[in-house]
């Protein structure tokens, strides 16, 4: 290949790839953030900085594995190249109609985990419960900062709106208990019984106890709003019921820390982020494609008739 | 400072490195690292993790700031050797809740060791040049080839279908033309195709190795051109099928030959063939085996193809004969531990698992052990004998023979 041509292929990944991260970090720093509580605006801001280059740095790295990933045999041309190419197939593929298939394949196999349910319905529990949690979570987020941020919906705005109360007290607070067992489980098992298939090595150890960290200390901050009584943790707050329980056992005055422990939540969250290409968090991220692939492949070397 | 290739790794293979979630599920059942041995290295997770820190100290994000890390010799040479202790079974990639296709992994991850030249192991490397100094692993003449056919000449018309032609080919395999324990394999195959009339003939001293062993191995190249010869061979014949007796042959042509070249005839699996023909009516078994038999699934025809119905079907055929299944079967049978070049490479680790698959056995109170390969026949025999068992080691057409007599 021409240098010309490399360079042609490094433009029209990277140009596309850093105008998204850009379109991604203006999103994050213009939203109102209006419902976000804390009283000092800097610490909104020194959030705001990390969850912009945490957000950058998983992109990145995620791109950098996908990009060694490119350089193993099968494919033709600079990995970029290749990259490309693989992204070109991929939009394609999605209008076609082994799209359907691919879906059920996910549906079934990377979300259900239904082979890991046939092995262990323990741990095929004890991921649904992190997997599924932490997804939900994520759909959640859309939906709340859609709603709270674009189209100022009253109900998920006001203290005593049906969709404040059982969507960003009640159901965050469902999910998070559904993240928290799953990850109570995990550790139990890891830390505890050691079965002898499961083998812990600092990275398992930090994987885990990174997640626990972030979601305990979502609900601490709960706690600590309710506690506190800061703005949007006043009325109806059994509905937060997790983060109700942990309020209980907070001693008094401790709403005037509410604004450093938000900031210490937001930056590990982002941390968390941060850290996912570049642990074994990023199965999350592989291990669905690997699925795809053998569904989609296996057609292939299906059984002989 | 050694820098590794790592081009000679799937795209797919790459990914999948990065999509084991450590779990250990593969752990507990892998014949060889987990099983026999309690070795970590071996199991599935062992190598990809270690594999994976290689390549990544040379080429992840911290390589690339701070510059690769050489990796020790005897790391990497431990490495290869420990790769090649696994029988490819695939008992991992039924396992795997991540669903990865450790076969295609283990294979590449061979072809990859063989191109950074930290493989193949010395002990597969006279095997390596008897097939490509005399198209066979067994360091045999190719006039030999053929001589199996000699004991059955007037009694079964087993064609030269380089000459004559043929409905079906019959890819005899190299261990079953060579090996005299083994033989019998051709002989009842051969003999079973004639009781039911069957036009079929076989590529004589011109068949050549199937390249299975290379291909195992991590030898491509070589593969690719025992491959080509046979392919050319195929289509000269061109029959309307390619039968086989051996699970590795029929792996190999079914699913890797079709990678290299155009195979236009069906392959399949004497297994297949022979059923077919018994539901038919064109074969029918009536001479009573008043015995329990119960089948050992090679991995090459059951994990690998997913033909498990099949022999259990022509087993059902036998009057008399009672199947019993092990409670490991199927698609979670565990491996004979011949496959993979452990045999040759690792003999103390394949008796072993062997060993334990005859205990399966054992357990069943079966009079017969049955199986469809000629490796697992092999290894498993062996150690039955090695156990005083009074369990018979059969081939499924010496069976089917029998009752067909």
């Known amino acids: 290949?021409?240098?010309?041509?490399?360079?042609?292929?490094?433009?029209?990944?990277?140009?596309?790839?850093?105008?998204?991260?850009?379109?991604?970090?203006?999103?994050?720093?213009?939203?109102?953030?209006?419902?976000?509580?804390?009283?000092?605006?800097?610490?909104?801001?020194?959030?705001?900085?990390?969850?912009?280059?945490?957000?950058?740095?998983?992109?990145?790295?995620?791109?950098?594995?996908?990009?060694?990933?490119?350089?193993?045999?099968?494919?033709?041309?600079?990995?970029?190249?290749?990259?490309?190419?693989?992204?070109?197939?991929?939009?394609?593929?999605?209008?076609?109609?082994?799209?359907?298939?691919?879906?059920?394949?996910?549906?079934?196999?990377?979300?259900?985990?239904?082979?890991?349910?046939?092995?262990?319905?323990?741990?095929?529990?004890?991921?649904?419960?992190?997997?599924?949690?932490?997804?939900?979570?994520?759909?959640?987020?859309l939906l709340v900062t859609f709603s709270l941020d674009f189209v100022k919906y009253q109900p998920m705005i006001s203290e005593d709106g049906w969709a404040k109360l059982w969507i960003r007290d009640f159901a965050f607070d469902l999910v998070g208990s559904m993240v928290l067992l799953g990850l109570c489980i995990a550790a139990v098992r890891r830390f505890v019984f050691k079965p002898k298939i499961v083998r812990t090595e600092l990275p398992d150890a930090v994987s885990i106890v990174f997640l626990l960290l972030v979601v305990l200390g979502g609900f601490l901050l709960e706690g600590i709003g309710i506690a506190g009584r800061i703005p949007g943790h006043e009325v109806n707050v059994s509905y937060s019921f997790l983060g109700y329980l942990f309020s209980l056992a907070m001693p008094a005055g401790v709403g005037q820390y509410y604004d450093q422990v938000w900031l210490i939540h937001g930056v590990m969250s982002a941390l968390l982020i941060a850290y996912i290409p570049f642990s074994k968090l990023f199965h999350m991220i592989a291990s669905p494609i690997a699925i795809e692939a053998d569904g989609l492949l296996s057609n292939k070397e299906a059984r002989a008739t | 400072m050694k820098k590794l290739d790592i081009s000679k790794l799937d795209v797919l293979a790459l990914m999948r490195y990065d999509a084991c979630t450590r779990?250990?599920?593969?752990?507990?059942?892998?014949?060889?690292?987990?099983?026999?041995?309690?070795?970590?290295?071996?199991?599935?997770?062992?190598?990809?993790?270690?594999?994976?820190?290689?390549?990544?100290?040379?080429?992840?994000?911290?390589?690339?700031?701070?510059?690769?890390?050489?990796?020790?010799?005897?790391?990497?040479?431990?490495?290869?050797?420990?790769?090649?202790?696994?029988?490819?079974?695939?008992?991992?990639?039924?396992?795997?809740?991540?669903?990865?296709?450790?076969?295609?992994?283990?294979?590449?991850?061979?072809?990859?060791?063989?191109?950074?030249?930290?493989?193949?192991?010395?002990?597969?490397?006279?095997?390596?040049?008897?097939?490509?100094?005399?198209?066979?692993?067994?360091?045999?003449?190719?006039?030999?080839?053929?001589?199996?056919?000699?004991?059955?000449?007037?009694?079964?018309?087993?064609?030269?279908?380089?000459?004559?032609?043929?409905?079906?080919?019959?890819?005899?395999?190299?261990?079953?033309?060579?090996?005299?324990?083994?033989?019998?394999?051709?002989?009842?195959?051969?003999?079973?195709?004639?009781?039911?009339?069957?036009?079929?003939?076989?590529?004589?001293?011109?068949?050549?190795?199937?390249?299975?062993?290379?291909?195992?191995?991590?030898?491509?190249?070589?593969?690719?051109?025992?491959?080509?010869?046979?392919?050319?061979?195929?289509?000269?014949?061109?029959?309307?099928?390619?039968?086989?007796?051996?699970?590795?042959?029929?792996?190999?042509?079914?699913?890797?030959?079709?990678?290299?070249?155009?195979?236009?005839?069906?392959?399949?699996?004497?297994?297949?063939?022979?059923?077919?023909?018994?539901?038919?009516?064109?074969?029918?078994?009536?001479?009573?085996?008043?015995?329990k038999v119960t089948f050992h699934d090679p991995c090459h025809l059951g994990r690998h193809n997913k033909l498990y119905d099949e022999p259990r079907k022509i087993l059902e055929s036998i009057p008399g004969l009672k199947l019993v299944e092990m409670e490991r079967t199927r698609e979670e049978s565990r491996c004979c531990g011949a496959g993979g070049g452990v045999k040759t490479a690792f003999p103390d680790l394949a008796q072993k698992i062997a060993a334990m698959r005859v205990e399966d056995a054992e357990k069943t109170g079966a009079d017969i052990l049955a199986t469809s390969c000629p490796f697992c026949y092999q290894s498993l025999k062996a150690a039955l004998e090695a156990k005083g068992s009074r369990i018979r080691m059969a081939d499924l057409m010496e069976l089917v023979r029998e009752s067909c007599a």
């Open chain 2, 23 to 291: 779990c250990g599920e593969c752990t507990a059942t892998c014949p060889t690292g987990g099983e026999a041995q309690d070795v970590e290295l071996v199991t599935p997770r062992g190598k990809i993790l270690r594999l994976r820190e290689f390549y990544r100290s040379q080429y992840g994000l911290r390589a690339r700031l701070l510059g690769p890390k050489d990796i020790p010799e005897d790391q990497l040479k431990e490495l290869a050797s420990r790769a090649y202790e696994c029988t490819i079974c695939g008992q991992c990639k039924t396992v795997c809740p991540a669903h990865l296709d450790t076969i295609e992994m283990w294979e590449n991850m061979r072809e990859f060791l063989v191109a950074n030249n930290l493989a193949p192991l010395p002990a597969h490397e006279e095997i390596i040049k008897s097939i490509e100094n005399y198209d066979n692993p067994w360091m045999q003449p190719r006039t030999q080839r053929s001589r199996w056919s000699k004991r059955i000449e007037k009694e079964v018309k087993v064609k030269d279908a380089l000459k004559e032609r043929c409905e079906v080919l019959f890819f005899v395999g190299c261990t079953a033309a060579y090996d005299p324990n083994i033989r019998d394999m051709a002989v009842d195959t051969a003999r079973v195709l004639g009781s039911a009339r069957v036009d079929f003939g076989t590529l004589g001293n011109d068949e050549g190795c199937c390249g299975s062993t290379l291909l195992r191995t991590g030898l491509i190249d070589s593969a690719k051109k025992s491959a080509e010869k046979n392919i050319a061979l195929f289509e000269k014949v061109s029959p309307s099928f390619i039968v086989t007796s051996c699970a590795g042959c029929y792996k190999t042509i079914r699913q890797d030959y079709p990678r290299l070249g155009k195979v236009s005839a069906k392959v399949v699996h004497a297994t297949q063939l022979v059923g077919e023909l018994i539901e038919d009516k064109k074969l029918v078994p009536s001479k009573r085996i008043d015995a």
């Open chain 1, 1 to 141: 290949m021409t240098e010309g041509r490399y360079l042609k292929d490094k433009a029209w990944l990277y140009l596309p790839f850093f105008l998204f991260l850009l379109v991604i970090s203006l999103i994050i720093l213009l939203l109102p953030y209006d419902t976000v509580y804390v009283r000092d605006r800097t610490y909104l801001a020194a959030f705001l900085v990390s969850i912009v280059l945490c957000v950058g740095v998983f992109f990145l790295g995620t791109l950098y594995n996908v990009l060694v990933w490119m350089q193993g045999k099968g494919l033709e041309g600079a990995p970029e190249r290749r990259l490309l190419h693989l992204l070109w197939k991929g939009s394609r593929f999605v209008l076609s109609r082994r799209f359907g298939r691919a879906l059920s394949v996910f549906l079934k196999d990377a979300l259900y985990l239904s082979r890991l349910k046939d092995r262990s319905v323990l741990r095929w529990f004890m991921h649904l419960m992190i997997l599924g949690g932490f997804i939900v979570m994520f759909l959640l987020d």
